[in-house]
């Protein structure tokens, strides 16, 4: 079992929290941060260092890095939360799937996870790209597929417990239709617990997306992304190493709090759960 | 990149990831059979799926796959487009093609790539070394880092188990493409050390081999000092420490061994980062290899490479998954005894 948690640790979790939020205002409303509009061109300006006047300088194009640092929050997010939400999504409804199709859905959807997991999750998101093409959206289901067999399974195991419980017992008896009792009872209580495994998966899933865009295959320029920023900055090296530091801390920073707020809300939810942990 | 929830470092980091279904109930040569069997069939239905997996997928691909195939500037010509329907036999039923190609992955043929201009076993089969040699050597520097890391934190005081926890957070939450950039912007373009792109030799798989291996120090690290802590604990340590034995020679002797078996439980997990991590550091550094043919490969929508490089990989990875499960049973053998 874990201990409970120190100062320093909720210290930690709080200032965690203090950057998503910072993070968040970026991505809903970057004006608010930004000092520049992402794609202000002004080659006059062109692969400056940082400074007074660009933060954390300019780009061959003499865009402001520190803007498209800030505006690259949201399409990096979107690409993160997006996934996460397909996944859970397809998991739920392959569980589902399982859980109401009696014995032989079950077999099959259980063994398809089985095959799926058994093959390496990020391979499977590049087969995605590579079918359906590169871009934004096609990435985020690409990423979402790949961590997909991991939420249904969960799902699965959450709704057979509460499907012997005793109020789903109760709207058996009184009658329900059998997709009622499942739509309005099962799911709805078999998904509270995967949020928190939700929520470690945003992190992995932002870097996943990045990790794509990195390659070309999500977000296309002149997109701020994260990923496809530093692809950009590797190019540059040899003249600038801020485009190659900066979209990456930013990244870096972020993924780091989603998991701290992540393992902490772990830890408060699996104190809170008898025998689990 | 790291991937599915299951495997997530956090998961849960004494569990057996890798360990599949079909665990021997009782002991013996019988029941080992028994899982091999099991374990083996799962590999051929893996390695099956991914294949009908690639065929579907080009089947499912929007708009003309024979014209995705022959690329943007000869699909301007029908001759060729016709040729290459024939060619690749998209002109017959669905059955037949499936059979057809199930006959050609049997003899290895795996097709032939237009954006290359070659066969695809000899496009795997040029860019096969690369990646081989980078992936050992990242495996063996993350060896190298976490064994000494685990064997000096584990059961020691809270502030370095605390900072130890803090470079595992870093290590799974910094992309690998972004620790390869920043290696090369310090080392090859500040101080001029190692070659920036496309080094071959030992000098150019230094730095790749760090950044793939900082991916899995950090779980490494805490799967190594989650064992160690466990083995520390067990009878045969205490009885060591009272015959005399130093603390060093317990955890080396003793505990390391067992921490070490710990490791075969995440083997899926290794071989999948190592694969992946393989595809973004081959990129970052311009290191010919599979994994930038693939990612390159992805980008043309060359589709006969990314099936081959797809169907290989796939079952190199049963294969190497199934091996180091099957080799730690006959090493450990309270590994064949308890349901995995």
Known sequence: MRRAPSVLSALGTALAAAVLLLVAIAALWPGLLATDPPNAVDPAQALLGPGPGHWFGTDQLGRDIYSRVVHGARPSLLLGLGATLVAVGAGAVLAMIAVVGGRVADEIVMRLTDVLLAFPGALLALLVVAVLGPGTGNATLAIGAAFAPGFARLVRGEALVVRESDYVRAATVLGYRRAEVYLRHVLPNALPPLLVLATLSVGTAVLAGSALSFLGLGPQPPSPEWGAMLSAGRDLLGSTWAIAVFPGAALTATVVCVNVVGRDLRNRFEGRRPGAG | ?340
């Open chain 2, 1 to 340: 990149m790291k991937h599915d929830p299951d495997s997530e470092p956090d998961a849960e980091p004494g569990a057996p990831s890798a360990g599949g279904p079909g665990a021997p109930r009782g002991g013996g040569r019988a029941a080992l059979a028994r899982w091999v069997a099991r374990r083996l069939l799962l590999a051929v239905v893996v390695v099956l799926g991914a294949a009908t997996v690639t065929f579907g997928a080009l089947r499912l691909t929007p708009g003309d796959p024979v014209k995705v195939m022959v690329g943007i500037s000869a699909a301007q010509n029908p001759e060729i487009v016709e040729q290459a329907r024939h060619e690749t036999g998209f002109d017959r039923p669905l059955a037949v093609q499936y059979a057809d190609f199930l006959g050609d992955l049997a003899r290895g043929d795996l097709g032939w790539s237009y954006q290359l201009q070659e066969s695809v076993p000899t496009v795997i089969g040029d860019n096969l070394w690369p990646t081989v040699s980078l992936t050992l050597a990242g495996f063996a520097l993350a060896f190298l880092i976490a064994v000494p890391l685990a064997v000096a934190t584990a059961g020691r005081r809270p502030a370095w188990r605390a900072l130890s926890s803090l470079l595992e957070l870093v290590t799974v939450s910094i992309p690998g493409f972004w620790v390869g950039l920043l290696l090369l912007t310090f080392f090859s373009f500040r101080l001029h050390l190692f070659p920036a792109t496309g080094g071959t030799g030992l000098s150019g798989l230094v730095l790749p081999a760090v950044t793939l291996a900082l991916g899995l120090v950090g779980l490494f690290t805490q799967i190594l000092r989650d064992g160690m802590a466990r083995a520390l604990d067990e009878p045969f340590a205490l009885s060591a420490r009272a015959r005399g034995t130093g603390e060093t020679a317990v955890r080396l002797r003793h505990a390391l061994r067992h921490a070490l078996i710990a490791i075969s439980t995440i083997s899926g997990w290794t071989v999948g980062a190592l694969l992946t991590g393989a595809v973004v550091v081959e990129t970052v550094f311009g290191r010919p290899g599979l994994g930038r043919v693939l990612a390159t490969a992805i980008q043309n929508r060359d589709f006969p490479v990314v099936t081959g490089i797809t169907i290989v990989s796939g079952a190199l990875f049963t294969l190497i998954t199934l091996g180091v499960d099957l080799l730690y049973r006959v090493v450990d053998p309270r590994l064949r005894e308890a349901p995995a």
